[in-house]
């Protein structure tokens, strides 16, 4: 086991202020907004950025608590191997969102459908792209009979230290 | 800017020991095969994941060396910001494989369609979902006229310290 430093980028200002009812992943046409703050030290990475709808945005899950390696996800009732979920309590507490990218005004990128809590550390921002990103046949194992219900379920605060 | 610690849940074996010749993306309908080892600790955490056909591995891009913000990425002759990029060398070089999983032995995913180089330290596993993972009406910037190339597209070692 090795060890890794990573330094944040930036952060996430949302209109979500906790885990509890924040939406379990992005939801799709919604029109809220927040904002992803860049530190000046990276602004110059943005460059080009502003031609894609979508962005891929790593996080640090910062309020996420320690669990056990089993954990009962949001969309089921049974516990399941943490690497089988999305649950944030993981070893490494990194967040995958697929963000919608409205405009960049300098420092600033203005997103709509994220499922991002007031104050995430942002570790790194990639633009989505479906030749790379998307994949067809896909099986997706205890999740193939709760399908739709991500949309409209909202964080219980189960795995957060609020 | 804040630091964050993550440590190693496992790395990959496979048959790419550099990053030259690599693909640059994962190769879709590849059968070569690679495999994650997964440290002793942690698996617990992989029950249920054999129901998955598909995986997002979150890895450490160990090889990256550092760059400016403004990189030319494999697929393009200009140099662009880097958050505009899925080039490895970038402020965090944490990187993201949708790989196809095989089969699971004990500590062990066998692995096809993959981007990994051997050693690749694997901080995180999560389930590829369609239903989070997929995006409509994406628009692409700079990529928009380079469709197509990644996937016969090689890594060349400029991102690389081997």
């Given at each position: 086991m090795n060890s890794y430093v990573f330094n944040s980028i930036g952060y996430v200002n949302s209109p979500y202020l906790k885990a509890e009812g924040t939406p379990i992943q992005s939801v799709k046409g919604s029109k809220e907004q927040a904002r992803i703050i860049i530190f000046d030290d990276f602004i110059d990475g943005?460059?080009?950025?502003?031609g894609f709808s979508h962005l891929i945005v790593l996080s640090c899950l910062h309020k996420a608590v320690k669990s056990s390696l089993h954990v009962t996800p949001f969309l089921d009732t049974v516990p399941r191997g943490i690497f089988a979920t999305r649950a944030p309590s993981r070893p490494n507490p990194i967040g995958i969102s697929i963000v919608k990218l409205i405009s960049i005004?300098?420092?600033m990128l203005i997103i709509e459908e994220f499922d991002l809590i007031d104050g995430t550390p942002v570790l790194d921002i990639k633009p989505f792209i479906p030749d790379f990103?998307?994949?067809?046949?896909?099986?997706?194992?205890w999740y193939?009979?709760?399908k739709g219900n991500a949309q409209r379920t909202k964080d219980d605060g189960r795995f957060s230290n609020d």
């Open positions: 943005l460059k080009d950025l502003d005004e300098k420092n990103d998307h994949r067809e046949n896909v099986t997706v194992g193939a009979n709760k």
